[in-house]
């Protein structure tokens, strides 16, 4: 039997903030239609809730540490040298890998074993700002800025492929006919730039919406009891043209912010749907497993917060959606999962054998019967922060210089979804903490022991296969 192909697609920074999430106001046809036709985790949580982390930990298969996936600058090859990546497993077993956009966060990480051919980046094809300004003034003031910032959205009238997001899609389009043609098993990840920051979009996307009813945050304030360890300034939005260095943004600022986000998301949602177009049109869609992930939440007020960079579910929660050849369709599954599961439940659907230094557990159950549970936590981290995600509740302590915990907060999210009141410190939930930062130390000893393991397979830079 014929092994499927896979069509793998990260997006950056995208929140569940989608029609299949539970919002209808949003314009996400595409991705809702994908939930329809697959199955939709609600309660999928990354590892680190920033991107080059959170890419690297997926990719590899293995867990961040406090020493290893750390930011958004983390490199496989640096982090943990020679280690085999998903589409290297799957290009040792027959698959043409071919990488398209943003799906590592450093374009050279691991490319040489990764992918059949150099990864492909609109970027690397023309001049100009990363940020991919195409109004002068936005240009000018990012030739400017030290970071290459400036405003932090930008709305042009023009065609969807005058940004990135659209050459990428009209690549990926292009390579799905190359690759039906060329007759092998396909790994094509096509990983898509927003709706992160700039909020860039043609303006139509922006006409989907109405300012005035966009809605801000109904919880624009500080946790009852966080920790200072919990909260942020947001520092990659300050970084943008005439957004304030301290303190809240005005209302007509975060309108137009929250307003660009969905835009942002409306575009991408446009471009996914073109290549799931094609993926039609060239009939190959009940041969093709299809992921869609967004590398980690994003707050859009929540807390006072924008950006990510935290352990507030807004910042850990991310959409992942999987439509796979004889999986359940249209369901809806609320078991607790984690990033780390794609590896394994990619090499189970696709019929290879899954690494055993890979640490996630495969998900193909749940594509079978979307009511089954999971694992018994998801475990994130962000610094020195450690989460627990239960069924119920979330938990997060911050380690000082020698282990100890030196902060804490425990949300319940049956009686308080919007994490508004840290109940941490409640007299008759230290059973709870208990058992929670528990589970936390032995998740570290389970990582320490992987470690004792596994360092010793890399062998002279390269894992052994």
């Keep these: 039997m014929a092994r499927p192909n896979v069509l793998f697609l990260p997006v950056d920074d995208l929140r ?146 005058a940004y990135y997001d659209g050459k990428i899609a009209d690549r990926a389009v292009a390579e799905l006919g190359r690759l039906q043609e060329a007759g092998q098993p396909f790994f094509l990840a096509a990983g898509f730039l927003k709706p992160h920051l700039p909020f860039n979009a043609p303006k139509r996307y922006w006409d989907t919406y109405r300012r005035s009813d966009v809605p801000l945050a109904d919880n624009p304030f500080r946790p009852d009891g966080a920790p200072d360890e919990a909260m942020h300034n947001w520092g990659e939005l300050r970084a943008y043209f005439d957004v304030p260095q301290h303190g809240p943004l005005p209302e007509a600022m975060a309108r137009a912010l929250v307003h660009g986000y969905y835009a942002a998301t409306s575009y991408t949602d446009a471009q996914i749907g073109r290549v799931l177009a094609e993926l039609d049109r060239l009939s190959l869609a009940e041969s093709t497993i299809v992921v869609v992930w967004g590398d980690h939440g994003w707050q859009l007020g929540e807390h006072g917060l924008w950006c990510k960079h935290c ?41 290879l054998p899954t690494p055993d230094r890979v640490q996630g557990t495969s998900l193909a159950p749940i594509l079978e019967d979307p009511t089954r549970a999971a694992t018994d936590a998801a475990y994130c981290r962000y610094g020195a922060g450690e989460s627990v995600r239960t069924g119920r509740y979330l938990y997060t302590e911050w380690l000082d210089g020698e282990g100890r915990v030196a902060a804490r907060m425990l949300y319940d999210h049956e009686a308080d979804p919007g994490e508004n009141a840290n109940i941490a410190e409640r007299p008759e939930l230290a059973a709870t903490v208990e058992r929670l930062s528990a ?27």
């Design 16 to 161: 569940p903030q989608l029609g299949c999430y539970g919002h209808p106001q949003m314009a996400t046809p595409h991705l809702d239609a994908l939930a329809g036709s697959g199955v939709c985790f609600t309660q999928a949580y990354c590892q680190v809730p920033v991107c080059g982390a959170t890419r690297a930990s997926l990719l590899s298969g293995v867990r961040p540490t406090r020493a290893r996936f750390r930011d958004y600058k983390t490199v496989v090859d640096d982090d943990l040298p020679g280690t085999l990546t998903l589409p290297e497993h799957f290009r040792h077993h027959g698959y043409t890998c071919i990488s398209l956009g943003k799906v590592f966060h450093h374009l050279a990480d691991t490319a040489p074993r990764s992918w059949s051919e150099a990864p492909w980046h609109p970027r690397t094809h023309r001049e100009g700002n990363w940020r991919d300004y195409q109004d002068p003034t936005n240009r000018a003031r990012a030739e400017a800025h030290p970071k290459g910032c400036g405003a932090p959205y930008e709305c042009i009238e023009g065609p969807d492929n």
């Design 311 to 351: 352990n507030f579910r807004t910042s850990l929660n991310a959409p992942l959606i999987v439509r796979a050849p004889g999986a359940c369709r249209g369901a809806q599954a609320d078991a607790v999962v984690e990033f780390l599961d794609v590896f394994p439940t990619l090499c189970d659907l696709a019929g």
């Design 439 to 465: 589970m936390a130390a032995r998740r570290r000893q389970a990582d320490q022991a992987w470690d004792a393991t596994h360092g010793s397979e890399r062998q002279g830079g390269q894992e052994s296969v």
